[in-house]
């Protein structure tokens, strides 16, 4: 008679690892410049607003940006490389955004330089806040294919490309893609930034389709964001600009937030990515304070 | 170029299919180019094979990366001096 074994059950495999880990996702792009930390903000807080539980760190080392395009730049008592050194608990490094509970931010280091955090430093870092709870950590890279790139990669298990649709970036692009496989973070995802529709139009500038086009299969558009001086304010005030429901950008990073959480979300295409010239019934509008749309 | 791209300003020489071409030029280049270091491991690396079967003219022996169209190809010229006897 056959004995009754117990099978190697999954649950208990599980019980083992954390039921469901979050997602580590580096920001990056080669040329400097491009978007990277507008895009960290936006989508961070996009991301929140949908309720994930988001952390956003600032591999940017000497070059620390993050806080100001989230307004946070005055609330930073511990940095990244103090918690890395041991001087600051992670918790109490770990910056609480007071408009969105669900989103954390921990600042770079102002004054030492990108050698200061190591790759294998950085992946207990990320694993350290993974197990707070967060669902998404958000990797703002620092600009460049060297040991600051190395380091602001090492923790992360997904990458987005930022690009401008212009050569140079878009070169650079296509080397960052290739270094990242050989960092085995494959799939990466594309945003293309600074879109100008007019000149796509009149066939002065590379569309979204010419850049998807030369960067081939390897890469998958993830979203579009268009040229918004809304953006430009929105930096200055430190509000980043996916809480604004009149922002173009604003509302295609928020796209991008709900396509990562894997939600199938149409492309903005052509005209809904200009800006509408106000006509004579939008301006009888605001005069009353009311939107035409 | 039909009349009507002309009529509506798609001129195939615009600023956009310029920059769309270079840029799918250069990035041919910069992808199927290898780094100096490698190449010099793989000629000493090819050489080393070499010259366990032949007699090679060490300073003609000339590796290299050419380029035609999409397709990517390493070339080598081997000047062989001789055969060595074992190797027959
Ligand atoms: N969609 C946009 N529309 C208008 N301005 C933008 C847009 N995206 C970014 N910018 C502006 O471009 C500038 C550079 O952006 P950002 O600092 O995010 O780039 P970065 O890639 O992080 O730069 P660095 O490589 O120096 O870290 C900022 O002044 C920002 O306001
Ligand atoms: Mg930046």
Aim: charged share 30%; proline share 4%.
């Amino acid at each position: 008679m056959a004995i009754e074994v117990p099978a190697p059950s999954a649950d208990k495999d599980n019980s083992i690892a954390p039921d469901k880990t979050g997602r580590v996702i580096v920001i990056t792009s080669g040329k400097g410049g491009v978007g990277k930390t507008t895009t960290t903000a936006n989508i961070g807080m996009a991301l929140a607003v949908l309720g994930e539980k988001v952390a956003l760190l600032d591999a940017d080392i000497g070059l620390r940006n993050l806080d100001l395009a989230l307004g946070l730049e005055n609330r930073i008592v511990y940095d990244i490389v103090d918690v890395v050194e041991g001087r600051a608990k992670l918790r109490s490094a770990l910056i609480k955004d007071k408009r969105n509970a669900n989103l954390a931010f921990l600042p770079a280091a102002q004054t030492r330089d990108k050698s200061a955090v190591s790759p294998d430093q950085m992946k207990s870092l990320v694993a350290d806040i993974l197990a707070e709870g967060y669902t998404f950590v958000l990797i703002d890279c620092p600009a460049g294919i060297e040991q600051g790139f190395k380091n602001a990669t090492a923790g992360a298990s997904e990458a987005i490309v930022v690009t401008n649709p212009e050569m140079s970036s878009v070169r650079d692009a296509d080397r960052i893609v290739g270094l990242l496989e050989a960092q085995d973070l494959h799939n990466a995802k594309l945003i293309v930034n600074r879109l100008r529709p007019k000149m796509v139009r009149s066939d002065e500038a590379l569309g979204v389709a010419d850049v998807q086009e030369v960067l081939g299969q390897g890469v998958e558009l993830i979203g579009v964001v268009p040229e918004d001086e809304r953006i430009i304010t929105s930096t200055n005030r430190g509000e980043p600009a996916s809480l604004d429901e009149t922002s173009l950008a604003g509302k295609a990073y928020r796209n991008i937030a709900r396509r990562l959480r894997g939600e199938d979300v149409p492309f903005l295409t052509g005209t809904d990515l200009e800006e509408k010239e106000p006509g004579f019934l939008d301006k009888l509008f605001q005069l009353f304070g009311v939107k035409n749309n | 170029m039909t009349i009507f791209d002309r009529w509506f300003g798609k001129k195939e020489d615009s600023a956009k299919n310029v920059a769309r071409d270079r840029l799918r030029m250069v990035l041919q280049q910069d992808r199927s180019s290898i780094p100096a270091p490698i190449m010099e491991k793989i000629r000493a690396d090819i050489l080393a094979v070499l010259c366990k079967h032949l007699d090679i003219d060490e300073r003609e022996f000339d590796i290299a990366v050419e380029r035609e169209g999409e397709a990517v190809a390493l070339t080598a010229n081997i000047p062989i001096r001789r055969i060595r006897p074992e190797a027959a």
